[in-house]
């Protein structure tokens, strides 16, 4: 797979993945506040500390998105580099934020663990569908 082709379905496979823990942490936002408009959940992801640890994902999919948009081709460094990112952040130590919060994600969400699974068989670089 071309690496420009593999950000590209990187970035696709971070935003279900950013999509389906959001629908988790907005589940458990609701249990206890009550139901949320679109709206509502939009201030919420960008203001509220609760979900702060998914802007780590949005982030890094810009970073891919931007990158990709350029007029001048994206260079091999480049890719690498965002690749690299995206590698470290899922393989980093359960101890900060995001991984924390993450690793409770998998542990109970059976969809979590289908779009990691996609994240990571992109990371590898070994996705043959």
């Given amino acids: 797979m071309a690496e420009d082709q593999q950000l590209r379905d990187l970035s696709g496979a971070l935003l279900r993945l950013h999509k389906t823990l959001l629908d988790v942490e907005r589940a458990d936002y609701e249990k206890v506040f009550g139901r949320l408009n679109s709206g509502e959940l939009l201030q919420l992801v ?17 970073q891919i998105d931007e990158l990709l948009s350029r007029e001048e081709p994206a260079t091999e460094n480049g890719i690498q580099e965002l690749l690299a990112q995206a590698r470290l952040l899922f393989d ?37 569908t």
Avoid: C
């Fill in 92 to 128: 980093s130590p359960p101890h900060g934020n995001f991984m924390t919060r993450y690793q409770a994600a998998l542990q109970r969400e059976p969809d979590v663990v289908l779009a990691h699974s996609e994240v990571m068989k992109l990371l590898r670089g070994d996705n043959q």
């Fill in 46 to 62: 960008v203001n509220d500390a609760q979900f702060a640890w998914l802007r780590v994902i949005s982030e890094l999919v810009v």
